[in-house]
């Protein structure tokens, strides 16, 4: 089946101008997770949605970042302002059960491909 | 404070030989241990998940196993489409972020 996909797959942005990421996870997977990969590091945490709820938002780096989901499905990760530091790769993960209480070998997160941001 | 630790950072093998890729973990309370790949360009691409110390699994030429600190990526007789970017990371039942935390990486690359 069809796994998680990100669009734009390349966005340059001019400092200070606002920028909307858009992720499309897997049908049907609860879970739906931001990350923010810089050049040479793993991924870092930025937000957590269990469906239309986010419940973690505490790696957003800055009240700039803001994340919806607001049906549950499709997500969007909007930069407001954008700074150079906000160069880098947004990752976007899904996972098909709640990852709190029991653990099961379904709380894995599957990557979509991710979206270059660089601003100028 | 959570952390995961990854070496080397780079590894240069030839075509068939043999290695390991170690990952430290320090948590307060571990779920899970994932290991990924990444390749250039693309997001992370899951390889394997492990629960508890002793857990080992397997995937062709990679094998992944766990101890109460560390885990290892056994790659056997590597090929050269083996080489990216292998990342480790961890889920927390400790109260912090609902996220994994990862390492920054091993940089793998198989020579022919």
């Known amino acids: 089946g069809a796994g998680v996909s990100q669009s734009p797959r390349y966005k340059v942005a001019k400092r200070g101008q606002d920028v909307a990421l858009r992720c499309d996870p897997i049908?049907?997977?609860?879970?739906l997770f931001w990350y923010q990969q810089a050049l040479g590091q793993g991924p870092e945490f930025l937000t957590y949605?269990?469906?239309?709820?986010?419940?973690?938002k505490s790696g957003l780096p800055s009240d700039r970042f803001f994340a919806e989901r607001p049906e549950g499905s499709v997500s969007t990760l909007k930069i407001q302002r954008t700074q150079q530091e906000d160069s880098a790769v947004y990752l976007c993960?899904?996972?098909?059960?709640?990852?709190?209480?029991?653990?099961?070998?379904?709380?894995?997160?599957?990557f979509g491909p991710g979206t270059r941001l660089t601003v100028l | 404070e959570d952390q995961v630790t990854q070496s080397p950072e780079a590894l240069r093998l030839q075509e068939g030989e043999s290695s390991s890729l170690n990952c430290s973990y320090t948590?307060?309370?571990?779920?899970?241990l994932f290991w990924y790949r990444q390749d250039p360009g693309k997001g992370p691409e899951f390889l394997f998940t492990?629960?508890?110390a002793g857990e080992e699994k397997e995937k062709e030429r990679l094998k992944a196993t766990l101890t109460k600190k560390e885990s290892f990526l056994h790659i056997t007789a590597p090929k050269p489409e083996d080489s990216a970017t292998y990342l480790c990371?961890?889920?927390?039942?400790?109260?912090?972020?609902?996220?994994?935390?990862f390492g920054k990486g091993t940089h793998l690359i198989i020579q022919p």
């Open positions: 993960a899904s996972s098909p059960d709640v990852p709190a209480g029991a653990i099961t070998s379904t709380d894995t997160q599957y």
């Open positions: 049908s049907g997977h609860v879970s």
């Open positions: 949605f269990q469906n239309e709820a986010q419940l973690d």
């Open positions: 948590v307060s309370g571990l779920r899970g």
């Open positions: 492990l629960y508890s």
């Open positions: 990371a961890f889920s927390s039942s400790g109260g912090g972020a609902d996220g994994l935390t």
